[in-house]
Structures are given as structure tokens and as C-alpha cells.
């Protein structure tokens, strides 16, 4: 994981406003993009290795053959996916100085710190994993374990300081300006601002659930094609329960987090809300544009909000009208971060009721491979994961629009004003297609190796190699 931006507001804008730059609109609409990409692989960056190391101490406790040869495999789509995060991440590092010098400029040397921070864990992220994938068949079986510890451990930091990035445009603290200058910098401040512990928190649950749920669909595709092996099963079951068990804690943190948005980001609630006035006795809004200032089409539920905020339906919500009208949020920004608001909240219950049918299921011991319509299920959850984790970001970033520092610098104000960036864009969007196309043919030939060689035919890592089985194992192939 490289960086983060706020530049998602791209996804509500139509046409740049007049009398902002040129180059607002390009400059928002590239961020957009190669954030948008790379934050897909955050995810596998931060958990896929964690599931990665479950695998690798399942086999090593319990002598499971499966579980290593798992283990071994997900290292190896790990190490790519590293490989192209920090290819996409390198570019968006590039991207803060080249389209938002506003930024880098005047709050660089409070903004740029945590960056700092992440470049040690990426670095030392990178040097265990090369061990970790080198010391397979070469180190101990423990010790080869324990080089992979620091690369979960290091990509959740790494996490931890892009965060500590964004959270600080959204609540900035920690630094003294004096003539639109900063004169002094409180590292710790910045770092640990207001906003971070939620936002934190709600990423790295994020993570596990989109790996979890993303890997849950690869081998329930399998086993709905027949593949129903103790290695596809076990496979399914690491990824399932890890997002399982995150989603609860994921909706007990989303719920917190609204509340301190309410009270802290105002303006965002009321974006969130799609709410023009101030008002007790709130409804919530499901789905609906705002059109000329006023709620379109959407269906509410009466006093929602206000319970949701307050716990009491006479508590009273800030609306647009609150907010002075030179950095009022556009209708089209409201709406935008309304809907990916219902959109992520609406996903994540949906693959929370995937988990319960699991539980339910576990608990009457019935047999997976039989359950085909949950297995359907299973197999879009991960793009649903994903879809969610989108929304989610939309929310964070266009809610703070049209602020790139809250307080303290409009993003018009934050974006370069020399050159046509079209063909800037044009170009990334091509490097980008390129990059992804290649990932993608790498996986794909990666599994049709294994496929070929089967879950019987390769030796794994220092043993189990050969003795009994458990019932049911080495019947299938690999997905």
C-alpha cells in the first residue's frame, strides 16, 4: 500500500465549474482512477498474507498437507499483487506532487509525515516477503513461518500511515501556520489526529473482509464446478470465516463511526443524509437524488436519522443550509456520497446475511458442496466486498468536497494550473490497462499450472509428503 488522496469527488463531477482551473477536472478524474484501482489491492496487501499465515500454521500444527500447499500457493498471488500495489502506488506518490502542488506545498511538511512512516513499512514490507516467498524448502519450518509474520504485521503499519494521511485532510491538526506558512509540525499529533482510530479501524476490518470474501468466491466457483476436495473446502473455509467473523466488528465500527462523523463532519452527515435543512425528527433517506436542493425520489424512514445520530428522534441534524454557501457541497456531490453511502451499508448487510446462513449452516452440519444457492452466493460475495469497499471511499472522499484540507484548502485551490493534463490522463489510464492486463495473465497462467499439477501430484514445503490422509483429501483439483 502506497498512498491515498482525496480526490474521489471526481466520481461527482460532471463538468468543471466556472471559474475553477482547467485542469481541476482531469486532475480529479485521474485520481479517481488510479486510486480507485489501487485500492483494490490493498486489501490482498494488508490480509491476504494474514490468511496466508493461517494456512501456514494450520499445516504446520496439524500436519495438513492442504493447508500448506495453500499456504504456499496464496504466497505466491501475494507477491504479485505486492508487485503491481506497488507499481500503482508509486505512480499516486508521483501524482501528489505533479497535480496538487497546492497541497504538497503549502501543508507538505505536515501531510508528507506519515508518508514518511509508510516508506519504512513498504520497505521493510518488500524485504519479508522476499524472504518469505525464498525460504520456502530453504529455512526451517518455523522459522520460514516466523519471515512472514513481519510482512502481515509491517502492511498493516503501512496501512496505518496512509490513513493517518487521509484522516488528517479530513480533521488536520498538529501543525502552527503562520502567514499561510508552517512554521511547526507536531509529528504526533498529525499522525494520531481526531479522525484516525475510526477511520483505521474501519479499513483494516475492510481488508479482511474483502480478501476473506474475495477468496471464499475462487473456491466456491470450484465447487460449484465439482471441485469439492479438502483442499477446496479448506481453502473456502479460511477466507469465508476470517470475513465472517470481521463483519459484525465492521458494522459495530460503521455504526460509531456515523456518530462521530455527526458530530465532527457536519457537513459530510448532512451529505450523507441527503438532509438541505436543519431539522429535528430526521428521516433516513433510502436511495434518491437532491435536485435543485431539494430530496428526489428516494423513500424514507421517519426519525431514523436522528435516532441513528442521537438515539433520540428530537435530536437535531445540521443540514446544507448550515453550511456557507461558497463551500457548499454541489447537488450532484450530495447525492453522489448519499447513494455510495446506501450502497456500502446496503452490501455490507447483505454479506452479513451470507454469514448468518453460513453459521446456520455449520450449526445444522450441512454439507457445503450440496448448498448450491449459498454457493452462488459465495461466489459474487468478493466482488460484492469490493463494490462496497469503492462506496465506502466515495463516501470518505467526495463527503469532503469541496475541501482537500478541511478548513484550510479548497481543492481548487490544491491542483496545478499549468498544462492540458487530458493526455497525462490518457496516458496513466494506458500504463494502468497494461499493468492490470498483465497481473491478470499472470494469475490466470499460475492457475493453470496448479490446476494442471492437482492438490496430490506436488510435493509440498518440508512435509506432510506422504502418509494417511484424512477422509475426503487429494479428491479433486485446484481452482
Known amino acids: 500500500m502506497r498512498t491515498v488522496t482525496g480526490a474521489w469527488d471526481l466520481l461527482a463531477q460532471g463538468l468543471a465549474s466556472a471559474g475553477e482551473p482547467d485542469q481541476l477536472l482531469p486532475a480529479r478524474q485521474q485520481m479517481a482512477f488510479t486510486l480507485g484501482f489501487h485500492i483494490i489491492l490493498v486489501p490482498f496487501g494488508v490480509a491476504l498474507t494474514a490468511l496466508m499465515l493461517i494456512a501456514n500454521h494450520r499445516g504446520l500444527r ?7 500447499l495453500l499456504a504456499r500457493r496464496w504466497s505466491k498471488v501475494a ?14 506518490s508521483f501524482e501528489l506532487g505533479i497535480l ?16 514518511a512512516i509508510e516508506g519504512l513499512f513498504f520497505f521493510l514490507e518488500a524485504i519479508f516477503v522476499s524472504l518469505y516467498i525464498y525460504g520456502w524448502d530453504r529455512l526451517s519450518p518455523w522459522a520460514h ?28 491538526g498538529g501543525f502552527t501556520m503562520r502567514d499561510g506558512t508552517i512554521v511547526a509540525v507536531q509529528p504526533a ?34 465447487m460449484l464446478r465439482g471441485r469439492t476436495s479438502r483442499y477446496h473446502r479448506t481453502g473456502f ?29 457536519p457537513a459530510k452527515f448532512a451529505a450523507i443524509e441527503m438532509l438541505p435543512d436543519t431539522g429535528t425528527h430526521v428521516p433516513e433517506t433510502l436511495g434518491g437524488v437532491l435536485v435543485d436542493g431539494k430530496v428526489r425520489y428516494g423513500l424514507p424512514v421517519p426519525d431514523m436519522a436522528s435516532l441513528l445520530a442521537g438515539f433520540h428522534p428530537s435530536t437535531e441534524i445540521k443540514g446544507l443550509d448550515a453550511i456557507p454557501a461558497d463551500v457548499r457541497p454541489s447537488d450532484r456531490i450530495v447525492s453522489t456520497v448519499h447513494l455510495a453511502f446506501d450502497v456500502m451499508v446496503g452490501l455490507s448487510f447483505a454479506l452479513l446475511a451470507l454469514a448468518v446462513w453460513f453459521a446456520w449452516l455449520w450449526w445444522r452440519r450441512r454439507p ?28 470518505t472522499e467526495v463527503g469532503r468536497q469541496p475541501w482537500t484540507v478541511v478548513g484550510h484548502l479548497l481543492t481548487r485551490d490544491a491542483v496545478t494550473t499549468q498544462g492540458n493534463l487530458w493526455p497525462f490522463f490518457g496516458s496513466v489510464v494506458v500504463i494502468y490497462a ?20 492437482g492438490d496430490d501430484s506436488v510435493d509440498v514445503p518440508y512435509g506432510p509428503r506422504t502418509g494417511p490422509q484424512p477422509v475426503g483429501a487429494r479428491a479433486g483439483t485446484e481452482e
Not at 149 to 172: E, K
Open 368 to 395: 457445503l458442496d450440496r448448498q448450491r444457492w449459498f454457493l452462488r452466493c459465495c461466489a459474487v460475495s468478493g466482488l460484492a466486498a469490493v463494490a462496497c469497499l469503492e462506496s465506502g471511499w466515495v463516501v
Open 237 to 265: 473455509l479460511i477466507g469465508f470465516v476470517t470475513a465472517a467473523v470481521a463483519l459484525p466488528l465492521q458494522v459495530l465500527v460503521g455504526d460509531t463511526i456515523a456518530r462521530y462523523v455527526y458530530q465532527a463532519e
Open 434 to 453: 497494461a499493468v492490470g492486463a498483465g497481473a491478470v495473465t499472470v494469475l490466470l497462467s499460475m492457475k493453470r499450472r496448479w490446476r494442471a499439477e
Open 189 to 222: 499529533e498529525v499522525f494520531f489526529n481526531g479522525a484516525f482510530l475510526w477511520e483505521f479501524l474501519h479499513m483494516l476490518l475492510a481488508a479482511y473482509i474483502v480478501a476473506g470474501f474475495a477468496v471464499a468466491s475462487v473456491y466456491a466457483v470450484g
Open 145 to 172: 513461518f516466523w519471515t512472514g509474520v513481519p510482512v502481515a504485521l509491517s502492511s498493516i503499519g503501512g496501512a496505518a500511515a496512509v490513513i493517518a494521511a487521509n484522516s488528517w485532510m479530513n480533521q488536520p
Open 62 to 68: 496439524r500436519g495438513d498437507a492442504d493447508a500448506m
Open 79 to 92: 507477491a504479485v499483487l505486492f508487485a503491481v500495489g506497488a507499481i500503482t502506488g508509486t505512480v499516486l
Open 100 to 115: 496538487w502542488p497546492g497541497l504538497m506545498r503549502g501543508y507538505g511538511p505536515a501531510f508528507g509525515f506519515p508518508f
